[in-house]
C-alpha cells in the first residue's frame, strides 16, 4: 500500500533556527515527493518536489527537502527560520496510478 | 491561487438537499481535483477529471458526483448533503504532459461547506 505519515502534529521553532519537518513515505517503484504548504484559510501553495538527481531539492521561500532513498524520508528544512513560516505543511507522493496521496500535515509554530 | 476560482467560499446548508459546488480555472490545464480537507486526515481525493466528460472516482466517492462539460469547469455535487459532509473542499488543476506523473498540482482557495 502506498502511504506517507508525518509523524508530527506539531514542530515548534524558535525564529531564526533551523527547522525540520519530517516525511517518510511507502510507495512502489520510485518515488514522486512533494511538499506543500498551507497558510490560515488559503489553499495549498506547492513548494518543491523531488523527482529523480539530486537528494538535495530547492524550493520557494528559502525552503529546501532532503530525499533519502535508504530511510524512505523526505523531510522538509529551512537554515533559519521566519515568523511568517508558521503555517500547516503537508507532504504527498504520487502513486502509480498517478493521484496525489497527502500525509496529515504537520503544523509549523515559529516563535519570535 | 494559479487562475483557479471556487465558489461558492463558505455554504451552510441542512441535511437532504444537494449541494453544487464549482471549481473554475483559467489556465487551461487538462487535469482537475475535487478533495475535502478535514482535520487528523489531510485532504483526501473525492473525484478527479482527465479531460472534458472523463472522470473518475477517488477514495471517498460516495455521495458525490462530478461532471465537466467544459475544460475550464470541473464541478462537484453532493447528491443530497449529510452532517458527515462537513469539510474544506478544495480544487485543483495539473497540466498534462509527457512526464504527467512529475507535473504538481495548483490548488484553489476553497469552499468551506457545513451541514446542518
Known amino acids: 500500500a502506498q502511504s506517507v505519515a508525518q509523524p508530527e502534529d506539531q514542530v515548534n521553532v524558535a525564529e531564526g533556527n533551523p527547522l525540520t519537518v519530517k516525511c517518510t513515505y511507502s510507495?512502489?517503484?520510485?518515488?514522486?515527493l512533494f511538499w506543500y504548504v498551507q497558510y490560515p484559510n488559503r489553499g495549498l501553495q506547492f513548494l518543491l518536489k523531488?523527482?529523480?538527481?539530486?537528494?538535495l531539492v530547492k524550493g520557494s521561500y528559502g525552503f529546501e527537502a532532503e530525499f533519502n532513498k535508504s530511510q524512505t524520508s523526505f523531510h522538509l528544512k529551512k537554515p533559519s527560520a521566519l515568523v511568517s513560516d508558521s503555517a500547516l505543511y503537508f507532504c504527498?507522493?504520487?502513486?502509480?496510478?498517478?493521484?496525489?496521496?497527502f500525509g496529515q500535515g504537520t503544523t509549523l509554530q515559529v516563535k519570535p | 491561487d494559479a487562475g483557479i476560482t471556487q465558489s461558492p467560499r463558505h455554504k451552510v446548508t441542512e441535511t437532504g438537499t444537494p449541494v453544487t459546488l464549482r471549481c473554475h480555472q483559467t489556465?487551461?490545464?487538462?487535469?482537475m481535483y475535487w478533495y475535502r480537507q478535514d482535520p487528523g486526515h489531510g485532504l483526501r481525493l473525492i473525484h478527479y477529471?482527465?479531460?472534458?466528460?472523463?472522470?473518475d472516482k477517488g477514495e471517498v466517492s460516495d455521495g458525490y458526483s462530478v461532471s465537466r462539460s467544459k475544460t475550464e469547469d470541473f464541478l462537484l455535487t453532493l447528491e443530497s448533503a449529510t452532517s458527515s459532509q462537513t469539510s474544506v473542499y478544495f480544487c485543483?488543476?495539473?497540466?498534462?504532459?509527457?512526464?504527467?506523473?512529475?507535473?504538481?498540482?495548483?490548488f484553489g482557495p476553497g469552499t468551506r461547506l457545513t451541514v446542518l
Open positions: 489556465e487551461n490545464h487538462r487535469y
Open positions: 477529471s482527465y479531460g472534458v466528460k472523463d472522470t
Open positions: 485543483a488543476i495539473s497540466e498534462f504532459s509527457s512526464g504527467v506523473f512529475y507535473n504538481e498540482q495548483f
Open positions: 523531488y523527482i529523480t538527481g539530486d537528494n
Open positions: 504527498a507522493v504520487r502513486s502509480f496510478t498517478g493521484k496525489l496521496i
Open positions: 510507495v512502489s517503484g520510485n518515488p514522486y
